[in-house]
């Protein structure tokens, strides 16, 4: 279940040049202005059954509510929504909030008084894609008050040594980049990183090779429908097609 309680976004990194919403050649490039949507308030919405005689949510409970995944949760133009927001996530323990963030600078603004050392329904993924960015946003990242962390590498455009940044870390998930004018993930890299959480004891799960995919040496260009399928072979694991669709 999707939450966009506002859209629009701008980049802050390396990683944004092609993204699939805003970069260089998606269908939103140059949709930077920041805009409460019509379903900000989705959480909290209700609906009526008349057969039932009933009202209920119209998220129903223990939906996993995956949140801002076209947009950031901590855009500066967000600051004042986002005080509503915690309030609409509060008033739902029994449902999962997921979002990413490469932003993770910005998350002590507009955080709720009551937050101390995090919501048992949040789980809040710092997103990274090279070194520069693991080493300018994890050891923050890794030093905040969050129940649930995952680190998101995407799009993976080097290789990263995480290894001092894995220390509460629930998972890891790396992606290839994706679109026409992808940049390369190479094989080596993943392999790396899956030896890297395997020492920590932390899952680590390939989810797309993107694009263009380097194995073994060789340059592959793979076909979109065929990216994750691909991860999955390479890496068999028991994640369920509902917790892949991250990105």
């Known amino acids: 279940m999707a939450w966009e309680p506002w859209t629009g976004c701008y980049p802050v990194s390396e990683g944004c040049k092609y993204c699939y919403y805003y970069g260089l050649y998606s269908k939103r490039y140059g949709q930077n202005n920041i805009v409460r949507t019509d379903e900000f308030y989705k959480p909290i919405e209700t609906v009526f059954m008349p057969r039932k005689k009933i009202t209920k949510y119209r998220i129903e409970s223990s939906k996993i509510v995956y949140t801002c995944f076209t947009t950031d949760f901590f855009l500066t133009e967000a600051d004042d929504w986002r005080i509503e927001a915690w309030q609409m996530i509060r008033k739902r323990p029994d449902l999962t909030f997921l979002f990413l963030t490469k932003r993770i600078e910005r998350f ?3 955080l709720p008084d009551d937050w101390k050392d995090g919501y048992d329904n949040v789980w809040i993924g710092c997103s990274v894609e090279n070194q520069e ?3 300018a946003r994890l ?3 890794i030093s905040l008050p969050i129940k649930h962390k995952f680190i998101v590498l995407s799009p993976l455009l080097s290789s990263i040594d995480l290894s001092s940044y894995l220390h ?3 998972t890891v998930r790396a992606y290839g980049e994706s ?3 992808a940049r390369v993930c190479d094989f080596d890299w993943i392999i ?3 030896k890297q959480c ?3 004891n932390v899952q680590f799960y390939f989810v797309s090779t ?3 995919f380097r194995y073994k040496g060789e340059l592959k260009k793979i076909n979109p429908y065929m990216q994750r399928k691909i991860a999955k072979d390479l890496f068999p694991s028991n994640l369920s097609e509902d917790e892949i669709v991250l990105v």
């Open 179 to 181: 679109g026409k004018e």
């Open 133 to 135: 960015t693991a080493d």
């Open 139 to 141: 050891p923050l990242y």
């Open 168 to 170: 509460g870390i629930d």
């Open 108 to 110: 002590n603004v507009s």
């Open 210 to 212: 993107g694009m263009n």
């Open 192 to 194: 790396d990183l899956k």
């Open 198 to 200: 395997e020492a920590a």
